[in-house]
């Protein structure tokens, strides 16, 4: 990733510039904090927007899906124009004016050509990543990926070259709510959100939590 | 909304048709329980995806944006087509294949034309709509919303005539993983996932924790 985000026409904020975060290492801690991303095209039926997963390795996004899929359809006619939206509800933003009101949030933007993969190599990469993306560390207890794992599925590929990050912390600000009136007895604060894990449910033979497990209750603790 | 959701030929899953859920409540339950969508719309530099805030008001979910924002200049040429997609990621299922993991999601997908909303009576029921969508209750809490509240902000209708639900739920299935080696000894599972609320921050004067904020804590557990 370059050592600031370029902001490309399209990716320039031209609203809420000042919630803009040009640092690299910024955007890239919120996709790697996350694997769920919703990506938006332009179908026949008109635009279509998908939650799905990804996987980053260095300056590209892999994607995964059905090969009989709509999209990858598109794609196997050649790149797709695409915009994949990262987003993370940090907290609810209460103010006296309902219209003060706000979120906290951390999201982050991609837009750009989703091109088909076909090297054998890099989907198997890819897969790999997206294993990875999801719960850190856990390719390495799987069986082996094969080549008819590959087969599978049809894997997409997204350039970083055009991101952008927006993103609002704190409490109700003044900017939002300009003629907020201190004496409105309406409490005011912020109540933060946060993804966290439930007891593991085990399908199958009993075999002991493995250390995939202990990764993901660091990024999501459990009760 | 209709006793069945009916399915246009556009939001008929084409993928994975098992995993649609016709059940209008079910799908309004969804829509009721979250309050942060993705809208994707063809811009002229490509497909957008925001993330964004909704209400919904019987068949309409509203939306509100800055007046100068390009998608409501578009709006405010005619009727914009729009994906408004919402998500909830329940868990990550672990099987021993890499490619036989999977989420357990629900996620509720509504196409439709996005149009301006212009009557001050409406803009005001849909910004009450999107204040209680967010925080149930909250509206009665604030300070009365005034003429130029509404004027500051632009609101966007879209009717859930054409909407679909689709879903996950459950553990590692064959059918995910048809060779599936029952004697690889890979952890198999489901560790659920779901949002809770942090401590409240307040902000301004001391206050009481008003009666919204113990009804969010029912839909999001504090530690």
């Given at each position: 990733?370059?050592?600031?985000v370029p902001s490309s026409p399209r990716t320039r904020l031209v609203r809420r510039p000042e919630r803009a975060n040009h640092d690299p290492a910024a955007l890239r801690a919120v996709l790697d904090s996350q694997f769920v991303c919703h990506l938006a095209w332009q179908s026949e039926a008109g635009?279509?927007?998908?939650?799905?997963?990804?996987?980053?390795?260095?300056?590209?996004?892999?994607?995964?899906?059905?090969?009989?899929?709509?999209?990858?359809?598109?794609?196997?006619?050649?790149?797709?124009?695409?915009?994949?939206?990262?987003?993370?509800?940090?907290?609810?933003?209460?103010?006296?004016?309902?219209?003060?009101?706000?979120?906290?949030?951390?999201?982050?933007?991609?837009?750009?050509?989703?091109?088909?993969?076909?090297?054998?190599?890099?989907?198997?990469?890819?897969?790999?990543?997206?294993?990875?993306?999801?719960?850190?560390?856990?390719?390495?207890?799987?069986?082996?990926?094969?080549?008819?794992?590959?087969?599978?599925?049809?894997?997409?590929?997204?350039?970083?070259?055009?991101?952008?990050?927006?993103?609002?912390?704190?409490?109700?600000?003044?900017?939002?709510?300009?003629?907020?009136?201190?004496?409105?007895?309406?409490?005011?604060?912020?109540?933060?959100?946060?993804?966290?894990?439930?007891?593991?449910?085990?399908?199958?033979?009993?075999?002991?939590?493995?250390?995939?497990?202990?990764?993901?209750?660091?990024?999501?603790?459990?009760?």
């Open positions: 990733m370059p050592s600031s635009p279509v927007c998908v939650p799905t997963c990804y996987g980053r390795l260095d300056e590209t996004l892999y994607l995964h899906g059905a090969p009989a899929s709509r999209l990858m359809a598109a794609v196997r006619q050649g790149p797709v124009p695409v915009c994949l939206t990262v987003s993370v509800i940090d907290g609810i933003v209460f103010a006296p004016r309902a219209c003060g009101h706000s979120l906290n949030f951390r999201s982050v933007m991609v837009m750009g050509n989703a091109t088909l993969v076909t090297d054998p190599e890099e989907i198997t990469r890819a897969l790999a990543a997206l294993t990875d993306q999801v719960t850190p560390g856990r390719l390495a207890e799987c069986r082996p990926m094969t080549p008819a794992d590959a087969r599978g599925v049809a894997v997409l590929a997204l350039s970083l070259a055009e991101a952008s990050m927006k993103q609002r912390q704190g409490g109700p600000s003044q900017t939002d709510d300009p003629d907020q009136p201190t004496d409105f007895p309406a409490w005011s604060g912020v109540v933060p959100l946060s993804v966290v894990a439930g007891t593991p449910e085990p399908a199958g033979p009993p075999r002991p939590e493995p250390p995939s497990l202990a990764r993901l209750a660091a990024r999501y603790p459990r009760p």
